[in-house]
């Protein structure tokens, strides 16, 4: 049995965290594709989950000063 912590706080989210995930990679000229995507190097694929968390601070800070 495998178990995986890979899982939403908020399932809700789920679509709208996997479309965030696409833009970002688009924006930083990463392939990434619905599907297999085991051809991506380590570097690609870290790019684009660290700019996501990136831009949700952002977004979070500004939520927080009342921007």
Do not use: C, H, W
């Not at 908020?10 to 594709?33: Q, R, S």
């Not at 051809?39 to 831009?55: A, H, I």
């Amino acid at each position: 049995m495998t178990s995986s912590s890979n899982r939403a706080a908020v399932p809700e989210a789920k679509g709208a965290l996997d479309k965030f995930k696409y833009e970002v990679a688009n924006e930083l000229g990463v392939p990434l594709t619905d599907g297999y995507n085991g051809d991506l190097t380590s570097r690609q694929n870290g790019s684009v989950g660290g700019y996501m968390v990136k831009k949700m601070i952002e977004q979070q800070e500004k939520q927080m000063a009342g921007k």
